[in-house]
């Protein structure tokens, strides 16, 4: 009886002590994490990014191998806000299918690379995503001969689009939600699939309403033959992506994106950034680290934010340079507006 009693007595607090070494070592684990990636980004002197095959106005190289786009943006305003340079970032090219195993793996630093933000995504593959930089939605890209004027015309048609990618689960539902008949051209290269289109191998090409913009624009013989058709048939927020369990890492990426849009709320520009550290205004001297707490606090010297808008610029700048106005796509800024004068931008208090 006694053994008995002994046991009853002490099982509780061996599963207590067991619990509690198991909670012990994984915050132990868990802060290993969080300092993991910055400190391997500055032992390394250049951050890894994750970013398309090839879509303009996001990620695009040039005939020297240099990228431009949105998502390119971002990436350099992390190394100026991590290393102190701009330039101190090494692209990698992801396919669909490659993305989320070469963030997993600790190939790449982040996934900036006009990616969904999903439940599944966060719930199931290990990822947090920071800020949304640009919110898209899925469409439709055919030739004005097909003759279409609607996406609910296009029951029957072919439509080409990219294996493991939230485009092709929306399209199932789409054409299901609609009782169309749905026949699909499945290539996972963009490059191909977009060749495939202008080949007539299917009759319409889907994917975010902005990509196929940039196709139009970049790959078509005669832009002009060619029509993105009127819905919309889904939410498209592309965010930056990080390995869940780095809780610093994404807190520099998602803060040094709020100030980025919260320099363009307060009219800071690279060019006029540097008037910015003799202003009065409470926020800017928080904004650009005058008033010293928001570097330490990130794990950062207190100029992070101050580099990476002398270096890329505000929101406005990097959205105008790339899919805006002075881009190739030409983009409104749309839902992409400030929340100020009606769109969906949005930036915490930086303090």
């Given at each position: 009886m006694i053994?008995?009693?002994?046991?009853?007595?002490?099982?509780?607090?061996?599963?207590?002590?067991?619990?509690?070494?198991?909670v012990v070592l994984a915050a132990v684990i868990g802060s290993a994490a969080q300092a993991a990636t910055l400190d391997t980004v500055k032992a390394r002197g250049v951050v890894k990014c994750g970013i398309s095959t090839g879509i303009a106005g996001f990620s695009l190289a040039d005939s020297q191998g240099n990228y431009a786009g949105i998502d390119v943006e971002i990436c350099h305003a992390l190394a100026a806000a991590v290393l102190g340079d701009a330039g101190k970032v090494k692209f990698e090219p992801l396919s669909p299918e490659q993305r989320f195993t070469a963030l997993q793996s600790g190939e790449v630093d982040l996934l900036a690379r006009n990616t969904t933000w999903s439940l599944t995504r966060e719930a199931q593959l290990g990822l947090v995503f920071g800020p949304t930089i640009f919110y898209d939605g899925q469409g439709f890209m055919v030739s004005k001969k097909l003759g279409v004027k609607s996406a609910k015309?296009?029951?029957?048609?072919?439509?080409?689009?990219?294996?493991?990618?939230?485009?092709?689960?929306?399209?199932?539902?789409?054409?299901?939600?609609?009782?169309?008949?749905?026949?699909?051209?499945v290539?996972?290269?963009?490059?191909?699939?977009?060749?495939?289109?202008?080949?007539?191998?299917?009759?319409a090409l889907t994917t975010d309403a902005s990509g196929l913009a940039g196709v139009?624009?970049?790959?078509?013989?005669?832009?002009?033959?060619?029509?993105?058709?009127?819905e919309i048939i889904s939410k498209e927020p592309l965010a930056p992506a990080v390995r869940a369990g780095d809780d610093q890492w994404l807190?520099?990426?998602?803060?040094?994106?709020?100030?980025?849009?919260?320099?363009?709320?307060?009219?800071?520009?690279?060019?006029?950034?540097?008037?910015?550290?003799?202003?009065?205004?409470?926020?800017?001297?928080?904004?650009?680290?005058?008033?010293?707490?928001?570097?330490?606090?990130?794990?950062?010297?207190?100029?992070?934010?101050?580099?990476?808008?002398?270096?890329?610029?505000?929101?406005?700048?990097?959205?105008?340079?790339?899919?805006?106005?002075?881009?190739?796509?030409?983009?409104?800024?749309?839902?992409?507006?400030?929340?100020?004068?009606?769109?969906?931008?949005?930036?915490?208090?930086?303090?």
């Open positions: 053994r008995f009693l002994a046991a009853a007595v002490l099982a509780p607090v061996v599963l207590a002590t067991v619990v509690l070494a198991t015309e296009l029951s029957g048609a072919t439509i080409c689009v990219q294996p493991g990618t939230t485009t092709e689960l929306n399209l199932a539902d789409y054409f299901r939600k609609n009782n169309l008949t749905l026949k699909t051209v290539i996972e290269s963009e490059d191909e699939i977009e060749g495939a289109f202008f080949a007539g191998r299917c009759d139009r624009i970049t790959r078509a013989s005669n832009p002009d033959d060619y029509m993105i058709l009127p807190d520099i990426i998602r803060w040094t994106v709020f100030a980025l849009v919260d320099a363009e709320e307060h009219g800071l520009t690279r060019a006029n950034v540097d008037e910015g550290l003799k202003s009065s205004d409470p926020t800017v001297q928080r904004l650009l680290g005058v008033t010293p707490g928001n570097g330490k606090a990130l794990g950062l010297d207190e100029r992070w934010a101050y580099r990476a808008i002398r270096q890329v610029g505000n929101y406005g700048e990097i959205f105008d340079r790339t899919v805006g106005a002075n881009g190739p796509l030409k983009l409104a800024r749309g839902l992409n507006e400030l929340w100020s004068k009606g769109g969906l931008l949005y930036a915490p208090p930086l303090r």
